[in-house]
């Protein structure tokens, strides 16, 4: 199957091709299906392209398993046990705070667990050690839902650092290559 039989540029009623352009509606396309140049671009914006490939353009390219597993550390303890509670030994993260937005602070804390988790399997971790990590992100995303008794569990369980420490206890058993 061809480009022209999968997409066929729409015409007026005329049988002419639709120009579109002219009305502010996207760009010409000639009859074979071909999308004319607009003469005002005078060839700006005609080779800007992102890329990716290169590691300053991408903040998360080519870094270490020491510098993703650094990072994986430093967004659980954010997450975790970024403040304390004045006057006390309690430790809270921006995951307790959050969760105080009924349903959608926990599906957001949630999310960012999630990432957290498809981090670790990206480093190679095996299969039970993600599935103990998924199943601690169940327990914290399933009983933070609870309005006020969930936010309190979500301070006291700390998912992301016990799945953080996990991982890093794996990772430390492992031959380095």
């Known amino acids: 199957m061809t480009n022209d039989e999968i997409y066929t540029p729409p015409r007026s009623h005329s049988g002419q091709p639709h120009r579109a352009r002219a009305q502010g509606r996207g760009p010409v396309i000639d009859q074979d299906g071909r999308e004319i140049p607009d003469p005002g671009l005078n060839g700006q914006f005609q080779s800007f392209r992102f ?3 290169n590691s300053t ?5 080519n870094l270490t398993r020491e510098q993703r597993l650094a990072r994986l550390d430093a967004i659980a303890k954010l997450l975790d046990v970024a403040f304390i509670v004045p006057g006390t030994n309690v430790r809270y993260g921006i995951d307790g705070l959050i969760g105080l937005i009924p349903v959608v602070g926990d599906i957001i804390t949630t999310a960012i667990s999630l990432w957290l988790v498809r981090e670790a399997r990206a480093l190679g ?10 199943a601690n992100v ?3 995303g399933v ?15 700390r998912a992301n650092v016990r799945n953080v420490k996990m991982l890093k206890n794996w990772m430390d058993k492992q031959p380095r290559v």
């Open 57 to 61: 353009a991408n903040p998360f390219g």
């Open 138 to 140: 169940a327990v914290d």
């Open 143 to 157: 009983v933070g839902l609870v309005p006020v008794a969930g936010d309190a569990f979500d301070v006291m369980f």
């Open 51 to 53: 890329d990716f490939g």
């Open 125 to 134: 971790a095996p299969w039970h050690i993600t599935a103990r990590m998924l």
